[in-house]
């Protein structure tokens, strides 16, 4: 819930409507949904842009957010609309990743993700960041350009960080 409020989604309402026709159920704090109930999310999402995987909103699948990162890069295609990226204890390592992987995701909300090499630094994350889990986070700092004014969870366990980022920087807080 505090992600879809720290996003502008009203979750109280919302959440409880998607409980009133039986879509989701709430567990132990858990927000439950049915397998063919998320799939069909999935297909929407991959119905906007069924070729271009750099112009859905959410990338969940390893090969598409590799494909992603990778050529990120190099092309500058259509990232600038991907909001989300979570990769839930992916097996597979994301390898040969520099460190403008996430330049041109400008408006990326929710990053969770792990199993990264970077061949550099990081130079960029989005500005609009509001959830950053990254497990062994492989950089010493976070970019020196991010502002992290919307963020709102930071999760770098078992990182490599030794410091958030060169100098000092002013943080308001509301």
Same mark, same amino acid.
């Given at each position: 819930?505090?992600?879809?409020?720290?996003?502008?989604?009203?979750?109280?309402?919302?959440?409880?409507?998607?409980?009133?026709? $039986?879509?989701?159920?709430?567990?132990?704090?858990? +927000?439950? /949904?049915?397998?063919?109930?998320?799939?069909?999310?999935?297909?929407?999402? =991959?119905?906007?842009?069924?070729?271009?995987?750099?112009?859905?909103? =959410? %990338?969940?699948?390893?090969?598409? &957010?590799?494909? &992603?990162?990778?050529?990120? =890069? !190099? /092309?500058?295609?259509?990232?600038?609309? &991907?909001?989300?990226? /979570?990769?839930?204890? $992916?097996?597979?390592?994301?390898?040969?990743?520099?460190?403008?992987?996430?330049?041109? /995701?400008?408006?990326? =909300?929710?990053?969770?993700?792990?199993? !990264?090499? %970077?061949?550099?630094?990081?130079?960029? %994350?989005?500005?609009?960041?509001?959830?950053?889990?990254?497990?062994?986070?492989?950089? $010493?700092?976070?970019?020196?350009?991010?502002?992290?004014?919307?963020?709102?969870?930071?999760?770098?366990?078992?990182?490599? +960080?030794?410091?958030?980022?060169?100098?000092?920087? !002013? %943080?308001?807080?509301?």
């Amino acid at each position: 819930m505090e992600i879809l409020d720290n996003c502008n989604l009203y979750s109280t309402s919302r959440i409880t409507m998607l409980v009133d026709k $039986s879509l989701i159920t709430i567990s132990y704090n858990n +927000i439950c /949904m049915h397998d063919l109930l998320q799939e069909m999310g999935w297909e929407i999402i =991959r119905e906007q842009h069924r070729d271009d995987c750099g112009k859905w909103s =959410r %990338l969940w699948l390893f090969e598409d &957010v590799h494909h &992603v990162l990778t050529y990120n =890069r !190099v /092309m500058c295609f259509g990232t600038h609309e &991907v909001k989300g990226i /979570m990769l839930n204890k $992916s097996e597979q390592r994301l390898t040969h990743l520099d460190g403008k992987s996430f330049s041109n /995701m400008r408006n990326l =909300r929710l990053l969770k993700i792990s199993n !990264v090499d %970077l061949s550099e630094d990081l130079q960029h %994350l989005s500005d609009e960041l509001r959830f950053l889990k990254w497990p062994e986070y492989p950089s $010493s700092s976070l970019p020196l350009n991010f502002q992290p004014l919307n963020l709102f969870e930071l999760n770098l366990c078992r990182s490599r +960080i030794k410091y958030l980022w060169k100098g000092m920087k !002013v %943080l308001y807080i509301s």
